[in-house]
Nanobody, 128 residues
Framework: QVPLVESGGGLVLPGDSLRLSCAAS????????VGWFRQAPGKEREFMGA????????DYADSVKGRFTISRDNAKNTVSLQMNNLKVEDTAAYYC?????????????????????WGQGTQVTVSS
């Protein structure tokens, strides 16, 4: 069973918006900090944003700051990535990742290796 499942990807025009979701089954998602990463063909997987388990702390890569927003609904065990004003260079496979954070409700990380649960990814293609 895949720990996390992403959904909401698709083909859109430049300037459009998409909302990705990350769902966790069989886990108390409210105990996990969640990060979003993306990987374009031939490139390294890069950090997009993260949210603490409480939702009170977020962080974003400079390339998406002001365009992407992460939120969470712990009652529904989901974390969302709202992407606005999409650009061609946003084209990539998008992955959510999670790590249990029992000590701190405000912890999150931009480091890929800090996360131990991953989804299989959802493709976002921005093209005219």
């Amino acid at each position: 069973q895949v720990p996390l499942v992403e959904s909401g990807g698709g083909l859109v025009l430049p300037g459009d918006s998409l909302r990705l979701s990350c769902a966790a089954s069989g886990r108390t998602f409210s105990l996990y900090a969640v990060g979003w990463f993306r990987q374009a063909p031939g490139k390294e997987r890069e950090f997009m944003g993260a949210i603490s388990r409480s939702g009170s702390n977020t962080d974003y890569a400079d390339s998406v700051k002001g365009r992407f927003t992460i939120s969470r609904d712990n009652a529904k065990n989901t974390v969302s990535l709202q992407m606005n004003n999409l650009k061609v260079e946003d084209t990539a496979a998008y992955y959510c990742a999670a790590r249990m954070s029992l000590v701190s409700k405000s912890w999150y990380s931009s480091a890929r290796n800090d996360y131990d649960l991953w989804g299989q990814g959802t493709q976002v293609t921005v093209s005219s």
